[in-house]
């Protein structure tokens, strides 16, 4: 009898991966799981495999540190969005404080001679600095909205011709897309440390090898059984137009009196020559040889029977 424990083991720890994979995509999509993992895989030491542990590692460290769960903090990381403005506000208005204070006044003044500027202007300068740091780290929620923007139509398509359940199911293929490219291009980052170079190439080859894992979209799928049918209705035409030019060709010559029709162009009749009767050539010589071998110019010297 065949045991089905190793079977049972192999699908608990799949359920068991899956789950923990599921659990760090709000940090991934919307936080910034992708700049810890990153980090964890450039401070690990040791082989490939190790040092990609590693960071996963310290990613499920920093998802424990979160509140809430899977929903509360997928919403917590789109809703920080907002405090951005807020906190660089605050970030200027201790620098102004700290500015103002005695002991700093020479330090100051030297700064603002040196950069040519004032405390407002220097002031304003920490403000966007701090800006962009902070959307700096909040563009993996800026790529993965904008992205999934543009699979809202094959998500609607899906769920329009196939129901709730294939919509849902495409958006589970996006997502899971957009998860592999963020895992992609933190791993690239921490392997290439060519600013912006490892991130995209990792990227890529994150997103083709989930999209190999997932299959194709609806949409894809759709668009080539559009194009087989289109294919299709083009060769079925040229069969019919060729089909039609033989006919015309031999009842001009019928008409003419140049040749008899010992068979007639019933395709019908021959479902075993339909294929043949869409060669215009090969039609005419089946109406206009009262043998198969009559306008064979190698054959017409040769009686029939002869070459039979």
């Given at each position: 009898?065949?045991?089905i424990s190793?079977?049972?083991?192999?699908?608990?720890?799949?359920?068991?991966?899956?789950k923990?994979?599921?659990?760090?995509?709000?940090?991934?999509?919307?936080?910034?799981?992708?700049?810890?993992?990153?980090?964890?895989?450039?401070?690990?030491?040791?082989?490939?495999?190790i040092?990609?542990?590693?960071?996963?590692?310290?990613?499920?460290?920093?998802?424990?540190?979160q509140?809430?769960?899977?929903?509360q903090?997928?919403?917590?990381?789109?809703?920080?969005?907002?405090?951005?403005?807020?906190?660089?506000?605050?970030?200027?208005?201790?620098?102004?404080?700290?500015?103002?204070?005695?002991?700093?006044?020479?330090?100051?003044?030297?700064?603002?001679?040196?950069?040519?500027?004032?405390?407002?202007?220097?002031?304003?300068?920490?403000?966007?600095?701090?800006?962009?740091?902070?959307?700096?780290?909040?563009?993996?929620?800026?790529?993965?909205?904008?992205?999934?923007?543009?699979?809202?139509?094959?998500?609607?398509?899906?769920?329009?011709?196939?129901?709730?359940?294939?919509?849902?199911?495409?958006?589970?293929?996006?997502?899971?897309?957009?998860?592999?490219?963020?895992?992609?291009?933190?791993?690239?980052?921490?392997?290439?440390p060519?600013?912006?170079?490892?991130?995209?190439?990792?990227?890529?080859?994150?997103?083709?090898?989930?999209?190999?894992?997932?299959?194709?979209?609806?949409?894809?799928?759709?668009?080539?059984?559009?194009?087989?049918?289109?294919?299709?209705?083009?060769?079925?035409?040229?069969?019919?137009q060729?089909?039609?030019?033989?006919?015309?060709?031999?009842?001009?010559?019928?008409?003419?009196?140049?040749?008899?029709?010992?068979?007639?162009?019933?395709?019908?009749?021959?479902?075993?020559?339909?294929?043949?009767?869409?060669?215009?050539?090969?039609?005419?010589?089946?109406?206009?040889?009262?043998?198969?071998?009559?306008?064979?110019?190698?054959?017409?010297?040769?009686?029939?029977?002869r070459?039979?």
């Amino acid at each position: 009898m065949v045991s089905i424990s190793p079977l049972i083991g192999f699908l608990g720890r799949s359920y068991a991966y899956t789950k923990r994979g599921v659990n760090l995509v709000p940090e991934l999509l919307c936080g910034t799981g992708s700049e810890v993992l990153s980090q964890g895989i450039k401070n690990a030491k040791g082989s490939p495999l190790i040092r990609l542990n590693s960071g996963f590692s310290e990613l499920e460290k920093h998802v424990l540190q979160q509140k809430g769960g899977f929903l509360q903090r997928t919403w917590n990381n789109i809703s920080s969005l907002k405090n951005i403005f807020k906190d660089a506000g605050v970030a200027k208005e201790a620098f102004l404080k700290k500015a103002s204070s005695p002991e700093h006044a020479k330090a100051l003044e030297r700064l603002l001679k040196m950069k040519g500027t004032t405390l407002e202007g220097l002031a304003s300068k920490v403000y966007r600095g701090n800006v962009l740091k902070s959307l700096g780290k909040r563009i993996p929620l800026i790529g993965s909205a904008l992205l999934l923007l543009t699979e809202l139509p094959n998500i609607w398509s899906a769920t329009k011709d196939k129901g709730l359940f294939a919509g849902a199911k495409e958006a589970v293929k996006s997502v899971s897309r957009l998860s592999g490219a963020m895992v992609g291009s933190a791993i690239g980052q921490a392997l290439i440390p060519v600013p912006f170079l490892g991130g995209i190439i990792g990227w890529c080859a994150g997103e083709w090898l989930t999209s190999k894992i997932v299959g194709k979209s609806y949409s894809e799928k759709k668009y080539e059984q559009q194009e087989l049918a289109k294919q299709s209705d083009q060769i079925r035409d040229i069969q019919e137009q060729s089909l039609a030019d033989a006919q015309k060709y031999v009842q001009s010559a019928q008409n003419s009196g140049q040749v008899q029709t010992p068979y007639p162009l019933q395709p019908a009749l021959y479902p075993q020559l339909n294929n043949m009767t869409s060669n215009p050539y090969i039609a005419y010589q089946m109406q206009t040889s009262s043998t198969p071998y009559q306008n064979d110019m190698f054959m017409q010297k040769m009686p029939f029977n002869r070459v039979v």
